[in-house]
T-cell receptor, first 112, second 114 residues
Framework: QKEVEQDPGPLSVPEGAIVSLNCTYS??????FMWYRQYSRKGPELLMY????GNKEDGRFTAQVDKSSKYISLFIRDSQPSDSATYLC????????????FGTGTQLKVEL | DTAVSQTPKYLVTQMGNDKSIKCEQNLGHDTMYWYKQDSKKFLKIMFSYNNKELIINETVPNRFSPKSPDKAHLNLHINSLELGDSAVYFCASSPRASPSGEQYFGPGTRLTVT
């Protein structure tokens, strides 16, 4: 079992839809949770990071963490075609080199 | 200006050859990383250096050797390349002072071994 599980998709939604992307993780010691966006043939780009349970909002993006159920979510409001990319969740154990553990990524396509 | 840069962007080579990939960051970060992304897009850490000191060394064949001449550079040398080494290799960096350890990635080097 991978430490971070993520549905690979692909997920296809119409423009303007609310998108929900989810991950689960197995190690309760993970402390920080991140979402990266990766466009085709580009490097991952950090979108947001959160610490502990709760919500964090940045524009159209909301990251949510529920540590009791080991569940991480990213919501995208008013989705745009430019949001079409692969979204990677990641967790981290600080100390010991800050090793990032990634999910496999969810491919999102926002259609006109 | 590019924050984390890698050269070359594409690398096509034959089995058995030795090749190097270079990485530079101009963010003033103390920690740098190498990741491998396989054909299924799974990103896995290989190495991490903090201020030229190796701090993470995952289970990677010893044909792979990272070298950090200074804290702004982290190179990856691969000996005796094999078909299974074909992947995209990403360099990343993070500020040591950041509590979350968030990492910033380069554009990747697509390595194809024939």
């Amino acid at each position: 079992q991978k430490e971070v599980e993520q549905d690979p998709g692909p997920l296809s939604v119409p423009e303007g839809a609310i998108v929900s992307l989810n991950c689960t993780y197995s190690n309760s010691a993970f402390q920080y949770f991140m979402w990266y966006r990766q466009y085709s043939r580009k490097g991952p780009e950090l979108l947001m990071y959160t610490y502990s349970s709760g919500n964090k909002e940045d524009g159209r993006f909301t990251a949510q963490v529920d540590k009791s159920s080991k569940y991480i979510s990213l919501f995208i409001r008013d989705s745009q075609p430019s949001d079409s990319a692969t979204y990677l969740c990641a967790t981290i154990l600080t100390g010991g080199g800050n090793k990032l553990t990634f999910g496999t990524g969810t491919q999102l396509k926002v259609e006109l | 200006d590019t924050a984390v840069s890698q050269t070359p962007k594409y690398l096509v080579t034959q089995m058995g050859n030795d090749k190097s990939i270079k990485c530079e960051q101009n963010l003033g970060h103390d920690t740098m990383y190498w990741y491998k992304q396989d054909s299924k897009k799974f990103l896995k850490i290989m190495f991490s250096y903090n201020n030229k000191e190796l701090i993470i060394n995952e289970t990677v064949p010893n044909r792979f050797s990272p070298k950090s001449p200074d804290k702004a550079h982290l190179n990856l040398h691969i000996n005796s390349l094999e078909l299974g080494d074909s992947a995209v290799y990403f360099c990343a960096s993070s500020p040591r002072a950041s509590p979350s350890g968030e990492q910033y990635f380069g554009p990747g080097t697509r390595l194809t071994v024939t």
